[in-house]
């Protein structure tokens, strides 16, 4: 819904970035923003769009293009990639790796394993043990685990970050659970093993002057 030009603009949501930050990085002010946004046919192609039109047709680099689009999204209560119908936003990773689903689940349990399995956070458990997913406080944010076994060594562990306060967040968090599921993967670990192994091998190889060693 466009407004009438000089009318007052109903903020649906404040920005992150108030109206001198966004004047000074941008020389448009938020009003003028949301006025040529809404303006432009395709701002209904949704976020990637609205900041790939911005970059291309008004100059705007990609970080600014971004933080407007979102300013934007907030203002006239438009939905932003990852938001939920409360306006928090979820973050979400899955990946199948080698281990075993009632430990790994056991450890979700247990307090005193989730400070080895989440280094430098803090976590409380916000699940009964008896419910099929585990929940956790974690971060600005409750972390939901499914944890299912594939086989007697593969589990498909997914992680679901709920009620993330801003879109920021979204990608800080998806990026933190990728490294995560990499971390606890035990073929990565047996692979990074192996690795440093074979390169703690070929050192002692090359300083060593006696006869070479057989494998």
Not at 140 to 161: L, N, P
Request: glycine letters at 8%; proline letters at 4%.
């Amino acid at each position: 819904e466009q407004r009438r030009a000089g009318a007052s603009r109903v903020r649906h949501a404040e920005p992150d970035l108030d109206d001198d930050a966004v004047t000074h990085g941008t020389g448009r002010g938020w009003n003028a923003w949301c006025d040529l946004i809404d303006a432009w046919p395709g701002h209904a192609q949704g976020h990637t769009a609205v900041a790939q039109w911005l970059v291309e047709h008004h100059h705007v680099d990609a970080w600014w293009a971004q933080g407007v689009t979102v300013g934007w999204a907030r203002i006239t209560g438009r939905r932003m990639p990852h938001q939920m119908a409360d306006g928090t936003f979820t973050a979400g990773k899955s990946r199948t790796i080698t281990g075993n689903a009632a430990a790994l689940r056991a450890m979700l349990l247990d307090a005193p394993s989730r400070a080895d399995l989440f280094p430098g956070h803090v976590s409380t458990l916000k699940s009964k043990p008896t419910s099929k997913s585990v929940r956790l406080a974690i971060g600005d944010g409750i972390a939901q685990f499914d944890v299912e076994a594939k086989d007697e060594r593969r589990v498909k562990v997914t992680v679901s970050h709920l009620k993330l306060p801003t879109y920021a967040s979204v990608e800080q968090w998806k990026f933190y659970w990728d490294e995560w599921l990499e971390a606890i993967d035990g073929s990565a670990k047996a692979a990074k093993s192996a690795k440093s192994a074979k390169s703690a091998k070929s050192a002692n190889r090359a300083d060593d002057n006696s006869a070479p060693i057989l494998d």
